[in-house]
């Protein structure tokens, strides 16, 4: 008897230093704005996709799941290429819908593995549109290191390599609880808030400053606009109604924590994305420190840390 055809991919979220929240009015899941990220290489989603010829079946963490944005994202697939039904089981080593880009992760090994499975040849860049038709920022996970996206294309692209900037990104993890507003509803709703066209347009500069920054390895002026391109985004989120609040007391706590650090010279700054994880990025050798001081934070559960990582993989190769 033959065996299925399977295939199996892995990838890593991605933290954007300088944020895009809220869509353009386009088909396509388009960002308003640009984005710069750093791909992670010490959370990992695993995906496997069998070819089964019955209906599509979705396993999370081994649990069966009806996932809407995966089943779109298989019907999205299939206007465009002959894929039979699926059985597609994903996990993440990290919490999931927490505000540690998840979705990122997930839809690039899931359009990955997809790719391998059915054997569609497909270029990274292709990849990397189609998965940002699912989630717009698994469009930069497809690729690693220091990664854009940016107009006209809407497509991930590499900015630098990891390795030749190899800064460090410590994560206190203040919640493993899911987030009660997912990204897509609240990026819907701040799009009615006074301050987006603002958060829109000056996103744009952010965008060209960040680029500079690290094309130049300039740390200090990195810092200044990630800390500020994370506040703007989070105060357009609470001036959103109803105001979207996805801080706890502890990822504040962080925050000021990394700001005092940075006062002391330590080379950290803070970012926060649609969730209560405060990632601190910093030089190498001040990943210690941060981690040590992070972990006495009241609130935090535990510390993770990674590097720089590569892009989305078919496992094996």
Same mark, same amino acid.
């Given at each position: &008897?033959t065996? !299925?055809v399977?295939?199996t991919?892995?990838?890593h979220p991605?933290?954007?230093? $300088?944020?895009?929240?809220?869509k353009?009015?386009r088909p396509?899941n388009?960002?308003?704005?640009p984005s710069?990220?750093i791909?992670?290489?010490?959370l990992?989603?695993t995906?496997t996709?069998?070819?089964t010829?019955?209906?599509? %079946?979705v396993?999370?963490?081994d *649990?069966p #799941?009806?996932d809407?944005?995966?089943?779109a994202?298989?019907?999205?697939?299939? *206007?465009?290429?002959?894929?039979p039904?699926v059985e597609?089981?994903?996990?993440?080593?990290?919490?999931t @819908?927490?505000?540690l880009a998840?979705s990122? /992760?997930g +839809?690039?090994?899931l $359009?990955t593995?997809?790719? @391998?499975a059915?054997a569609?040849?497909?270029?990274?860049? #292709?990849?990397s549109?189609?998965?940002r038709?699912a989630s717009?920022?698994a469009? *930069?996970s497809? +690729?690693?290191?220091?990664? #854009?996206?940016?107009e006209?294309?809407w497509?991930?692209? !590499?900015l630098?390599?990891?390795?030749?900037?190899?800064?460090?990104?410590v994560?206190?993890?203040?919640?493993?609880?899911?987030?009660?507003? /997912?990204? /897509?509803?609240g990026?819907r709703?701040?799009?009615?808030?006074?301050?987006?066209?603002?958060? #829109?347009?000056?996103t744009?500069?952010? +965008?060209?400053a960040?680029?500079?920054?690290v094309?130049e390895r300039?740390?200090?002026?990195l810092?200044?606009?990630?800390?500020h /391109?994370?506040l703007? &985004?989070?105060?357009?989120? &609470?001036? %959103?109604r109803?105001?979207l609040?996805?801080w706890?007391?502890a990822t504040?706590?962080?925050?000021?924590r990394?700001?005092a650090?940075?006062d002391?010279?330590?080379?950290? +700054?803070?970012?926060?994305?649609?969730?209560?994880?405060?990632?601190?990025v910093?030089?190498p050798?001040a990943?210690?420190a $941060?981690?040590?001081?992070?972990q006495?934070?009241?609130?935090?559960?535990r510390?993770?840390?990674?590097g720089?990582g590569?892009g989305?993989r078919?496992?094996? *190769?």
């Amino acid at each position: &008897m033959t065996e !299925p055809v399977s295939a199996t991919a892995h990838a890593h979220p991605n933290i954007a230093l $300088v944020k895009y929240w809220g869509k353009a009015p386009r088909p396509g899941n388009v960002p308003a704005s640009p984005s710069l990220s750093i791909t992670l290489d010490g959370l990992t989603t695993t995906t496997t996709v069998t070819l089964t010829g019955r209906e599509d %079946t979705v396993y999370l963490d081994d *649990r069966p #799941v009806a996932d809407a944005k995966i089943a779109a994202c298989l019907d999205n697939l299939r *206007r465009r290429f002959d894929i039979p039904p699926v059985e597609v089981r994903t996990r993440n080593d990290f919490p999931t @819908a927490a505000g540690l880009a998840s979705s990122a /992760s997930g +839809f690039a090994a899931l $359009v990955t593995a997809v790719d @391998a499975a059915c054997a569609l040849g497909l270029s990274a860049a #292709v990849r990397s549109d189609l998965a940002r038709q699912a989630s717009a920022s698994a469009a *930069r996970s497809i +690729f690693g290191g220091y990664v #854009v996206l940016e107009e006209p294309e809407w497509q991930g692209r !590499p900015l630098l390599e990891g390795g030749a900037w190899p800064l460090r990104v410590v994560v206190a993890v203040t919640s493993d609880t899911a987030k009660t507003t /997912s990204s /897509s509803e609240g990026m819907r709703a701040s799009a009615a808030s006074p301050f987006f066209s603002g958060w #829109v347009d000056s996103t744009r500069d952010d +965008f060209a400053a960040a680029r500079f920054a690290v094309l130049e390895r300039d740390f200090e002026r990195l810092a200044d606009v990630a800390e500020h /391109s994370c506040l703007k &985004m989070h105060g357009l989120m &609470m001036a %959103t109604r109803p105001a979207l609040l996805y801080w706890n007391p502890a990822t504040l706590a962080c925050i000021q924590r990394v700001r005092a650090l940075r006062d002391q010279g330590v080379p950290v +700054f803070f970012t926060v994305d649609a969730g209560p994880q405060v990632k601190a990025v910093c030089l190498p050798e001040a990943e210690a420190a $941060v981690a040590t001081a992070l972990q006495e934070v009241a609130g935090v559960q535990r510390i993770l840390t990674a590097g720089l990582g590569g892009g989305a993989r078919v496992a094996g *190769r």
